[in-house]
């Protein structure tokens, strides 16, 4: 099942993306549709990790950066959610 990690970092924000990104996590996806979603600038999703690696995933990247992971909140990505889809991030 997908998880969504959502985090606040106080640096690094490209570093950082760009290194969870390498790890499979997306910014934009899908929906039921197949209409791009695109997630808030500090949440991403992974389709295959579960909560606990996607926080040690985020973790592990602060640490290669030496940056505080301030706060994060990972969780299953179920089938029962809505958003405001958003424009593509600049």
Known sequence: MAIIITYDIPSKHREFKEKMIELGY???FKDQKGLDVHLPNTTLLHQIKT???A???AKRICLILS????????SQFGPDWA????????
């Not at 940056?67 to 990972?74: G, K, Q």
């Not at 958003?83 to 600049?90: C, E, Q, S, T, V």
Request: glycine share 4%.
């Open 26 to 28: 997306k910014q934009v």
């Open 51 to 53: 909560a606990t690696e």
């Open 55 to 57: 926080k040690d995933d």
């Open 67 to 74: 940056i505080s992971l301030e706060r994060c909140i990972s």
């Open 83 to 90: 958003a405001i889809y958003g424009a593509p991030l600049k």
